[in-house]
C-alpha cells in the first residue's frame, strides 16, 4: 500500500465509449501526476498537477482529458480512444514538483477494442 | 528528448546471486531514483539518491549515484524468489523538470 489507490483496476471500452479513470491519494500530498506505461517502452509523463492546477502536458492528444477538483482526487477522462491507447495508466502524487520523490499507484490496466 | 539507457534489459539468475544493474544517460542528472515494479502493481520505490558518488542501501539493495552524475548503479546481494520483477531507474536534471524513466530491468529468480 503506497497511498495511492486508482479505480478501476482493469477497464476494457469500445472506441466509441466514454469512461473515466480515478486516482486518490491519501499522503497530503499536493502534485499529482498520469503515466502511460506501455510494454517495452519507458514510463511516459501525460499530466501534472500541482496545487490543482495543470503544469505540465506532454503532448497528449485531447482525447484523455484530465481534471483534478483538489489536491486528493485526479482524473482521466477518455473518449474515442484508439487500440493504441492500450496501456496501464499509473497516477502518481509527490509532496511538491521539485525533487520530491513519487508515489505511484497500481494502476489501471485499460484495454481499447 | 532526454533518455535513460538502463542495461540488462532482462536477467535470469539462480537463488542466492548477486544482481548488478545500471542506467546511464547523456546528460547530467541531479537526482536518481530506483523502482521496483511488481506484476499488476505501480512501481515502489526502493531507493533515493541525491548527491554525486552516494552509496546508499536498503536492506539487500545497494544504489550508487555516479561520480559523473550521468549514471547509476543498483546491486542486490543473495537473491531471492521474491526479488523477481522490473527495476525502472529514474533520473531528475533539477526540481520542477520531470522523472525520466529508464525501460526497465526485467528480473527472474530460479530457485
Known amino acids: 500500500e503506497t497511498g495511492v489507490t486508482q479505480t478501476p483496476r482493469h477497464l476494457v471500452m469500445g472506441m466509441t465509449n466514454k469512461k473515466s479513470l480515478k486516482c486518490e491519494q491519501h499522503?497530503?500530498?499536493?502534485?499529482m501526476y498520469w503515466y502511460k506505461q506501455s510494454a517495452k517502452k519507458p514510463l511516459e509523463l501525460m499530466f501534472v498537477?500541482?496545487?490543482?492546477?495543470?503544469?505540465e502536458n506532454n503532448s497528449v492528444p485531447s482525447r484523455f482529458s484530465p481534471e483534478c477538483p483538489n489536491s486528493s482526487h485526479l482524473f482521466l477522462h477518455l473518449h474515442t480512444l484508439q487500440p493504441e491507447d492500450s496501456a496501464l495508466y499509473l497516477c502518481?502524487?509527490?509532496?511538491?514538483?521539485?525533487?520530491?520523490?513519487?508515489?505511484f499507484g497500481p494502476g489501471t490496466r485499460l484495454t481499447v477494442l | 528528448g532526454q533518455q535513460l539507457n538502463q542495461s540488462p534489459q532482462s536477467m535470469f539468475i539462480q537463488e542466492g546471486e548477486d544482481v548488478s544493474m545500471n542506467c546511464t544517460s547523456s546528460?547530467?542528472?541531479?537526482?536518481w531514483l530506483w523502482y521496483k515494479q511488481d506484476p499488476g502493481e505501480g512501481p515502489v520505490l526502493l531507493i533515493a539518491?541525491?548527491?554525486?558518488?552516494e552509496l546508499t542501501s536498503n536492506g539487500r539493495l545497494t544504489a550508487q549515484f555516479g561520480i559523473t552524475r550521468k549514471d547509476s548503479f543498483l546491486n542486490i546481494s543473495a537473491s531471492i524468489p521474491s526479488d523477481v520483477g522490473i527495476y525502472f531507474c529514474?533520473?531528475?536534471?533539477?526540481?520542477?523538470?520531470?522523472?525520466?524513466f529508464g525501460k526497465g530491468t526485467r528480473l527472474s529468480v530460479i530457485a
Open positions: 502518481a502524487s509527490s509532496q511538491g514538483t521539485g525533487v520530491d520523490t513519487q508515489y
Open positions: 499522503l497530503g500530498h499536493n502534485a
Open positions: 498537477y500541482n496545487f490543482k492546477e495543470q503544469t
Open positions: 546528460s547530467i542528472f541531479n537526482t
Open positions: 539518491l541525491y548527491k554525486a558518488g
Open positions: 529514474a533520473g531528475q536534471r533539477s526540481g520542477n523538470t520531470p522523472l525520466v
